[in-house]
Structure formats: structure tokens, C-alpha cells
């Protein structure tokens, strides 16, 4: 299937059964809220997002809409968390791994050469581990929503040589995002990594001040991040998904039965969104490809890298036995 950067998802959100409701007449308020994310406009986050807030509009009347600001339109992802801590912006879709500066069992998800599959991603993320990542959320005064999105499995670009090996990416220059645990990933790995905001990064392999990063590959093309670089290798290193948060506040503000229908429809559209990634990363190794040559990797390579450094072993002792035992109990033994 050829695709339409434009046009990545045709298909329009559910609107059925599941997510029907019987009319509701609110008062003369009306709720203009926001959403904030950092991913480009036509993503799969953006594109589903824009939708489920039309659903929202719709089945409350036009009482509830949501206002989409993609591409970090607000900010980085730090400025767009303190926005959405002190009520600037409502909405606030980002990484667990960013979201770990304020809860830092976010980032387990993140723990490298974990998962080897989407089936076990889902299987920890919509049970256990999930929940309890959902409940530390909470428990630091935002609104957790139930499902996450996806962001895929990160793999590596390299604008200077081919990453094959651990030995490969020693010294090497690599953007990764403001998260203690990607930073000791590849720090254990042997490389040098920088931490560059996204809307930054682009340039930075353009000026050589980073050699290369590592993101799923949507993020990659979306961001025309392959037009800068000349490697790919498949490492699969960690899978990477948003957690949806709302400022406490704005979303009690909402009547209760607007706040089911947000909630039902955010979680109906984060579904719909994990088919789209997961579509799209097979066609757009095509796509990618005709810019860059692949590289396949052995992932058991990398991970007795870290075995060795000691990297699970104290990341283990951070996120704590409770969340471990729950994450090895879908990943198997890491530690």
C-alpha cells in the first residue's frame, strides 16, 4: 500500500455502539480545552486525536471541544508537562519515559531489549503492569487514561556509519530524549549520547553535532529524519508508547457524563491508532529503504552488553521488586 503523508489513516473513528450515548443537555458553559503532543500534524496520534475530539463535540452537544496542537506547537515535552500540571493545557499525550521525571516507574516500559513483541507490549501494558503505572499517575495528581498509544518499537539511525554491534556505537554521538533511563541505556551500550529536543534534531545530524538517534520508525519519517541519515538498524532496543494525561482539575470540571464520554472515546481512538502504527512501521520500511540501507541486528548481543554493565540489575533495584516482577512477568527474567 503506497502511502500519503497526508493521508496516513482513511479509515474515520467508530462512532457505534460502543460509544453511544443518550442525549445529554449540559448547561450554558462551554469546555474548550486542550491537547498538546509533539508529534507531526498528519502522525497517526494527530490524525486519530483530531478525530476523537469531533466524536467529543459531537455526543456532548458541542459543549466539550478539544483543540489539537501538534509538532510542539506548546513546547517540549518538559514545558508541555509543567503546562499541564498547572492547568495551561488540559491534555497532554507523552512518552513514559518522559513522564518518568515526575513518575519514575513510567519508563519501565522502556527497559531495553525487554519486550520482543506487540503482543507482550499489549499483554503488560493493558494488564498489570499497566495499572500500576497508571495508579503511580495518579497518584502524582494527574488523570491517567486506560490505554496507551502506541509509538512502536525504536530502532537506530546513523548519518556516519552502520551499527552492527555494541562495539559500533562506541563513542558514538547519539540524540536520545531528557530520561535518565534512555541516557544509562546507551551510556551501558558504550555510545555517547546527547540529549537534543526533537524539533532540534534534524539540524543537529545535519551540523554533526549528534551521529545519529534512535525513534520508531514513524517518528522517523514523519519527521523526514531518514533524509539526514544513511544507516538503519533494526535494534528493536525498547518499545516506546504515550501515556494520556489530563490536568486533574480541568477534567473533574467536566460533567461526569462528558468525562465518560472523553475517556470511552480517547481509549476507542488509542486502539484504533496501535492498528495504524502497526501498519504503517511494515510499509514504511519501504519508504524508509529507498533513503537508507537497513541493517539487521542480533538483539542478544546488545542485551548481554547491558547483562554485563549491570544495566538491569539496577534498574531493577530503581523501579523496585513490585514493578519488576510484574514486567518480567510478561518479558521473562532479566535480572
Request: cysteine-free.
Amino acid at each position: 500500500m503506497s502511502i500519503s503523508r497526508r493521508q496516513v489513516v482513511k479509515a474515520s473513528l467508530a462512532t457505534g455502539s460502543g460509544l453511544a450515548f443518550p442525549s445529554i443537555v449540559f448547561g450554558q458553559a462551554q469546555f474548550k480545552m486542550k491537547f498538546a503532543n509533539i508529534m507531526p500534524p498528519d502522525h497517526p496520534v494527530n490524525v486519530r486525536m483530531r478525530e476523537a475530539s469531533a466524536t467529543i463535540k459531537e455526543r456532548t452537544n458541542g459543549q466539550v471541544e478539544i483543540q489539537v496542537f501538534p509538532a510542539s506547537q506548546l513546547g517540549s515535552d518538559a514545558d508541555m508537562l509543567s503546562q499541564l500540571r498547572s492547568g495551561g493545557i488540559d491534555f497532554f499525550m507523552n512518552s513514559g519515559l518522559i513522564l518518568s521525571s515526575l513518575v519514575p516507574v513510567a519508563a519501565i516500559n522502556g527497559v531495553g531489549f525487554a519486550f520482543p513483541d506487540n503482543a507482550a507490549v499489549w499483554k503488560a501494558m493493558d494488564g498489570a503492569l499497566g495499572k500500576h503505572v497508571a495508579s503511580a499517575i495518579e497518584k502524582a495528581g494527574l488523570v491517567a487514561f486506560d490505554r496507551m498509544w502506541d509509538n512502536g518499537f525504536r530502532q537506530t539511525l546513523s548519518a556516519t556509519k552502520p551499527i552492527r554491534t555494541p562495539a559500533d556505537l562506541t563513542g558514538f554521538k547519539i540524540r536520545v530524549p531528557p530520561s535518565p533511563l534512555w541516557t544509562a541505556l546507551f551510556k551501558d551500550l558504550g555510545a555517547s549520547p546527547v540529549t537534543i529536543p526533537w524539533g532540534e534534531t534534524y539540524t543537529a545530524l545535519q551540523t554533526k553535532v549528534a551521529d545519529g538517534l534512535e525513534n520508531p520508525l514513524a517518528g522517523i519519517y514523519f519527521a523526514k529524519m531518514h533524509e539526514v541519515g544513511k544507516f538503519l538498524s533494526n535494534t528493536n532496543h525498547m518499545w516506546d508508547g504515550f501515556w494520556f494525561v489530563a490536568n486533574r482539575r480541568s477534567f473533574q470540571a467536566l460533567p461526569a457524563a462528558a468525562q465518560d464520554i472523553v475517556r470511552q472515546t480517547v481509549n476507542a481512538a488509542a486502539l484504533k491508532e496501535r492498528e495504524d502504527v502497526e501498519r504503517l512501521n511494515q510499509e514504511l520500511r519501504t519508504n524508509i529503504g529507498k533513503s537508507v540501507e537497513f541493517v539487521n541486528v542480533d538483539p542478544a548481543a546488545f542485551r548481554k552488553r547491558l547483562q554485563d554493565a549491570g544495566f538491569y540489575t539496577e534498574w531493577k533495584k530503581r523501579f523496585g521488586e513490585e514493578a519488576w516482577g510484574l514486567l518480567e512477568s510478561t518479558t521473562g527474567k532479566l535480572a
